[in-house]
């Protein structure tokens, strides 16, 4: 038998959720404050996965603003075998403030995962993590109701209701069905199967940190009521031990770290079969720095192997609860090779579909092809500071050792106006190998420019002169640390070498200890700034992205 090796799609793909129509299997991951929103991905074999296309692409969606780890959260796939139709539901999170929470959750749907999608509709502002499921006919949505009441069990109930996904809504009440089927709390995500003679919801618990697990119980009537898994425990995690942590809202949990575990924070499931009747379950993980809990690749995808046992439950098929970096692949598949995540672009055509966004929406008025052939052109727009107008395109780190290398023409005639390439997580921290003009030379020149926190830090004395505008630039990323080089005539040149940036991931960008401040990722970027008078662009020759 052959073997999967996890995580099948790494960096920032988190809360997936996976589907099979007839022999092609479908994931959704989520996007928070990066657009195009909702990635899909598709794969035949459970292996090779690729990124196809986008839901929310065609300004369905409204990010600018969105502060850190909000925006478009937990993305639900499903597919209608009465209408042939695909669904998604997601939750778009536009208040974190006050654990408020406020959310709104939608439905849209089509006829192929390529679209064209319908309008979204809207479905509830209860809580969120809306999932789907159809039943002769009928369709209800399950969700978490999130609870902001002094002296309650937060972060709230899995609530179920059947839904009117013609007009919106819900139909009659919510159905309050449980708190969580372990001691772990923080009950959510949940995900409604019929298997046999029962319904089972999957959730997720414990808090999407170091805690974080699989929990799962079933019944009758898909109302309920659930009786919880006989053992009490999840039955997938990175940290197996008991934990009681009942009202916990949402932790990171790092006292459940476990050592002997290079995946850690397993959760947030999605179930699917085979076409050879073999069960997986797809979920989020995290691997983290070695000798930090520090994750800058945020909540990666991998996938567990499954099985239904003789009294009708669900688990693992080594009959442990721990999840694995290597799991047994599907019967009669020979997995030679696995899914490369190298990036190399050089703009002939358009650019690459893994180009994503923060905050707004990739228009051809500020970034194209077609103005000068062979190059992508970025019109420059706000600081990255900015949480509206950044021009900025990236792509998702996907490895703890990589270099990333564009090379750039520009032009600038104000300090104001930079263009370059950089390491960013969100508004607040990032940094930034760039051109642009200095006053004091009379030329353009290549510099440093650092956030952290939301604290800008400049690099007074590493400044080169680029006199022609065209510099070819590489930052080597290497276990949390940056090295900074630069290519002017025929020699790589080292401008800073190992910048600690071990700070550009989830538990990094908070600033207190203990929490996590984020759940989105590192990424690379290329992108160009014009604070002056918004008629200054950068052309990229091409980009780069080779992993270790």
């Not at 654990?99 to 809580?127: C, L, V």
């Not at 007009?167 to 019929?194: K, L």
């Not at 930034?432 to 290549?446: F, H, K, R």
Request: aromatic share 14%.
């Amino acid at each position: 038998m052959t073997t999967i090796n996890n995580p099948i799609i790494p960096g920032m793909a988190p809360d997936p959720a996976i589907i099979r129509v007839d022999d092609t299997y479908y994931l959704a991951a989520s996007t928070f404050h990066w657009q195009p929103a909702v990635q899909f991905f598709e794969f035949k074999d459970l292996n090779d996965w690729q990124l196809v296309d986008y839901a929310l692409k065609d300004g369905e969606v409204n990010l600018r603003g969105t502060s850190t780890p909000a925006g478009i959260w937990a993305p639900h796939l499903s597919y209608d075998k009465t209408t042939k139709k695909y669904w998604l539901a997601y939750s778009h999170m536009v208040n974190m403030g006050g654990r408020e929470f406020n959310s709104d959750s939608y439905a849209m749907s089509a006829d192929s995962i390529h679209g064209p999608w319908s309008k979204p509709i809207f479905m509830t502002a209860i809580g969120f993590d809306p999932a789907i499921y159809h039943e002769n006919g009928k369709h209800y949505v399950a969700i978490l109701e999130w609870e902001n009441r002094d002296g309650y069990q937060a972060p709230g109930h899995i609530v179920i209701a059947e839904a009117d996904l013609d007009n919106g809504g819900i139909i009659g009440d919510w159905h309050r069905v449980t708190q969580g089927f372990t001691t772990r709390g923080c009950a959510e995500a949940p995900q409604i199967y019929q298997h046999g003679s029962y319904y089972y919801l999957l959730i997720a618990a414990g808090g999407t940190g170091y805690a974080h697990g699989v929990e799962i119980g079933r019944a009758k009537h898909i109302l309920g009521p659930y009786e919880p898994h006989p053992s009490g425990e999840p039955i997938i995690t990175s940290s197996p031990r008991h934990l009681f942590s009942l009202g916990d809202p949402d932790a990171g949990h790092f006292e459940m770290y476990n050592p002997d575990s290079v995946m850690q924070k397993s959760g947030h499931v999605s179930l699917v079969e085979t076409t050879t009747g073999e069960w997986y379950i797809a979920h989020l993980m995290s691997r983290p720095l070695e000798n930090k809990l520090l994750n800058p690749l945020g909540r990666e995808t991998a996938i567990q192997k499954m099985i239904w046992t003789e009294d009708e439950w669900l688990e693992m098929a080594d009959g442990s609860n721990l999840a694995k970096m290597k799991v047994d692949g599907i019967k009669g598949f020979a997995y030679t090779s696995s899914s490369n995540w190298d990036i190399f672009d050089d703009f002939d055509n358009d650019y690459d579909l893994r180009f994503m966004t923060p905050y707004r929406e990739q228009t051809k008025e500020w970034v194209n092809t077609n103005e000068r052939t062979g190059y992508l052109r970025i019109h420059g727009e706000n600081s990255y500071f900015s949480q509206r107008n950044p021009a900025i395109m990236a792509t998702r780190a996907t490895s703890f050792d990589y270099e990333v290398e564009t090379k750039v023409e520009f032009h600038p005639n104000h300090y104001s106006e930079t263009a370059g390439t950089g390491l960013y997580y969100d508004a607040n921290n990032w940094i930034y190998l760039y051109l642009t003009y200095s006053e004091e030379d009379g030329s353009t020149i290549l510099t440093i420019l650092q956030a952290k926190l939301g604290q800008r830090i400049e690099y007074p004395n590493h400044k080169i002169k680029v006199p022609e505008g065209i510099a070819s630039l590489k930052i080597i990323y290497q276990n949390g640390f940056a090295t900074l080089q630069y290519l002017l005539e025929e020699e790589w040149l080292t401008l800073e070498k190992n910048i600690d940036v071990t700070y550009l991931s989830d538990e990094g960008v908070n600033g207190e200890p203990g929490e996590i401040g984020g759940f989105t990722a590192l990424f690379n970027f290329i992108g160009s700034v014009d604070a002056h008078q918004r008629d200054s662009y950068a052309d990229f020759d091409y980009y780069n992205v080779k992993n270790y």
